[in-house]
């Protein structure tokens, strides 16, 4: 069995430059989340292009532009149809994109990567869908506002929190520096996110305090189980970083691997709403 990699010190020294980089990408992102509508269309487009770019560099060295594009078609014309208002059709063509794309890798006869692709299009395209339906459902601001606040806060939670306490290694095979410690914080802390963001009013269809809370609990588990599983991914690879797009910081699927895991999951709960099987 092979050896679990040795925890690495935080560069501490790297910080400031991590909380410029957030500084500046956070308003962006908080302003197209907050006027919806084509802003949002275009921030998801945009983001949706750097992660491909950033996926098929990873499953596909030798052309990862051709991979990028085969991927990003299929997501692209997903959260547009998600966008004009037809979610579950979008759903349909992230299905159908991720076939399509394992056909047309077979053909170019590189039988090692269809499983690659296929996966590159479900892992960016379902988030992305439920990112859309999301912020344009009723009440969409107020939920994607919630949605960041729970996965950002659980980031930072967890990082404070572990390098704190520090104490046992969540999963050293795949992620040496994750403590259970920071685990803890992170869920904690994003289960009070959920609840701070709730008490604002959110108008008709808005949860409670309570269902604020567990909320968050469940998307913080979420955030963090996304960030193991691209640490997971990345190790398949043999990468380091998913790219070098944000300093301080990696790519930027090294920065949105949890939102896309809870995206998914906070679009579900929103959706058990709309249907009155909670509150």
Same mark, same amino acid.
């Given at each position: 069995m092979a050896s679990s990699q040795p925890a690495k010190r935080f560069d501490w020294n790297n910080l400031r430059i991590r909380v410029l980089s957030g500084v500046i990408l956070a308003p962006l992102a908080l302003a197209a989340v907050w006027f919806g509508g084509a802003p949002f269309l275009v921030l998801m487009a945009v983001g949706v292009a750097l992660l491909t770019l950033e996926w098929g560099a990873m499953c596909d060295s030798e052309t990862p532009i051709r991979a990028a594009l085969v991927i990003a078609v299929a997501i692209l014309a997903s959260i547009f149809v998600a966008y004009r208002g037809h979610p579950w059709i979008g759903w349909l063509v992230v299905a159908v994109g991720a076939g399509a =794309?394992?056909?047309? #890798? *077979? +053909?170019?006869?590189?039988?090692?990567?269809? $499983? /690659? !692709?296929?996966?590159?299009?479900?892992?960016?395209?379902?988030?992305?869908?439920?990112?859309?339906?999301?912020?344009?459902?009723?009440? =969409?601001?107020?939920? #994607? *506002? +919630?949605?960041?606040?729970?996965?950002?806060? $659980? /980031? !930072?939670?967890?990082?404070?929190?572990?390098?704190?306490?520090?104490?046992?290694?969540?999963?050293?095979?795949?992620?040496?520096?994750?403590?259970?410690?920071?685990?803890?914080?992170?869920?904690?802390?994003?289960?009070? $996110?959920?609840?701070?963001?709730?008490?604002?009013?959110?108008?008709?269809?808005?949860?409670?305090?309570?269902?604020?809370?567990?909320?968050?609990?469940?998307?913080?588990?979420?955030?963090?189980?996304?960030?193991?599983?691209?640490?997971?991914l990345k190790r398949r690879f043999g990468v380091k970083d998913s790219g070098d797009l944000i300093p301080g910081h990696g790519g930027l699927l090294d920065r949105v691997d949890g939102l896309m895991f809870a995206a998914v999951l906070v679009a579900g709960v929103r959706l058990l709403f709309f249907q009155g099987l909670i509150t």
């Open positions: =794309g394992a056909v047309f #890798t *077979l +053909l170019r006869g590189r039988i090692d990567r269809p $499983a /690659d !692709i296929a996966f590159g299009v479900l892992y960016v395209g379902a988030p992305a869908v439920a990112l859309v339906w999301l912020r344009g459902a009723p009440g =969409g601001r107020e939920w #994607t *506002l +919630l949605l960041l606040a729970v996965v950002w806060s $659980a /980031d !930072i939670c967890a990082f404070l929190v572990g390098s704190a306490l520090k104490g046992p290694k969540l999963w050293p095979r795949f992620s040496p520096n994750k403590t259970w410690s920071g685990f803890a914080g992170g869920l904690l802390g994003g289960a009070l $996110a959920g609840v701070a963001v709730a008490a604002v009013p959110f108008g008709p269809g808005g949860p409670s305090l309570a269902s604020a809370a567990w909320i968050g609990l469940l998307a913080a588990l979420a955030a963090m189980a996304g960030d193991l599983w691209e640490s997971m």
